[in-house]
């Protein structure tokens, strides 16, 4: 039996949807509704950034924001029918737009997300890390090649919770797939041998000190991060480079007269390609904290309203001590 005629038979209500799948398929149907994309388009992105807090990757929500307006610009407000229009959208890759023929027009097109080269690759037992090109595209050909004529929504759908269910990285259920006849990785013994895992590689470390100026009145300055570059576009603590030159940064770049410092217990967050040491410094002043105006790169806040604004998680916990 076929790949596909065997994931056509597989029972539906033996998968889950997948976090980012739900999150991918949400976004599709949000700009395939006119009225939520229109909105979209409008909105601020502080506003989606701010929604987005928590989740990672905020890349992707600003991508999200520059689509909806092209697509509110450029297409009537309407997803493209042409999957080269769809790659040519911020944030959008072939397997997104592959993923969205499918399951939004019923069009005949592969995709190839983190699950669904685990599948491929154990059922044809292809060696080597899928993050190098030459197995990437030796399973794009695999992917194309088993495309079925008919039930391309199921088939898609299905692939993506096989590989989130079933045929999990670790501890694949085999015996409870339907595919573990066929499947070469499952013949040799092996399966969790495929793919390649990526090469391994010491995580550098960063370090970054935090100051957090706080007003006779309560409120915390904040400074909006560029957009490229980690938390890019959140609001976060204004960072220097070195404690001996705390007080010249603040009183040079913030002008905030620092009268009483406290030194805070140092904090630890883990990207995927580097960790981040942050030692935190709590600077209280009774200047006038409107030395600083409001404006697109600062702003005082009360720490409630703080809160509500897009914030990387650890800015978000070490606000909620302070509350």
């Keep these: 039996m076929t790949l596909a005629l065997t994931m056509f038979g597989y029972p539906r209500s033996c998968?889950?949807?997948?976090?980012?799948?739900?999150?991918?398929?949400?976004?599709?149907?949000?700009?395939?509704?006119?009225?939520?994309?229109?909105?979209?388009?409008?909105?601020?992105?502080?506003?989606?950034?701010?929604?987005?807090?928590?989740?990672?990757?905020?890349?992707?929500?600003?991508?999200?924001h520059k689509a909806a307006n092209i697509l509110v610009r450029q297409h009537k407000a309407e997803m493209p029918f042409s999957i080269d229009e769809l790659i040519a959208l911020p944030g959008i890759g072939r397997s997104t737009a592959g993923a969205i023929m499918a399951l939004a027009h019923q069009q005949k097109h592969p995709i190839l997300d983190g699950n669904v080269k685990r599948v491929l690759a154990r059922y044809t037992a292809i060696s080597g890390w899928p993050g190098k090109k030459p197995v990437e595209q030796k399973l794009w050909k695999i992917a194309e090649s088993l495309l079925p004529e008919k039930r391309i929504t199921h088939y898609t759908q299905a692939q993506m919770d096989l590989g989130a269910t079933i045929c999990k990285r670790n501890k694949p259920l085999c015996l409870q797939c339907p595919l573990h006849e066929d499947c070469k990785a499952f013949q040799l013994g092996t399966p969790e041998l495929f793919p390649t895992s990526k090469p391994k590689k010491e995580i550098p470390t960063r370090q970054s000190h935090w100051l957090i100026a706080q007003s006779?009145?309560?409120?915390?300055?904040?400074?909006?991060?560029?957009?490229?570059?980690?938390?890019?576009?959140?609001?976060?603590?204004?960072?220097?480079?070195?404690?001996?030159?705390?007080?010249?940064?603040?009183?040079?770049?913030?002008?905030?007269?620092?009268?009483?410092?406290?030194?805070?217990?140092?904090?630890?967050?883990?990207?995927?390609?580097?960790?981040?040491?942050?030692t935190p410094y709590l600077v209280h002043s009774s200047d006038n904290y409107q030395k600083i105006d409001n404006n697109k790169i600062?702003?005082?806040?009360?720490?409630?309203?703080?809160?509500?604004?897009?914030?990387?998680?650890?800015?978000?916990?070490?606000l909620t001590l302070l509350e």
């Design 15 to 64: 998968f889950s949807r997948h976090k980012y799948q739900l999150l991918s398929l949400t976004i599709c149907v949000s700009l395939h509704n006119t009225p939520i994309l229109l909105a979209l388009a409008s909105a601020k992105l502080d506003d989606i950034l701010a929604l987005w807090a928590g989740l990672g990757y905020y890349a992707r929500a600003r991508n999200l």
């Design 216 to 278: 006779n009145n309560g409120k915390i300055l904040l400074e909006q991060r560029p957009n490229n570059g980690i938390w890019g576009g959140l609001w976060s603590f204004p960072e220097f480079d070195c404690p001996i030159n705390l007080v010249s940064f603040s009183q040079e770049k913030l002008k905030v007269n620092p009268e009483e410092i406290q030194h805070q217990t140092s904090i630890s967050h883990v990207f995927t390609h580097f960790k981040l040491d942050i």
């Design 298 to 318: 600062f702003g005082w806040y009360t720490i409630r309203d703080a809160l509500q604004l897009g914030i990387p998680a650890p800015v978000k916990a070490f």
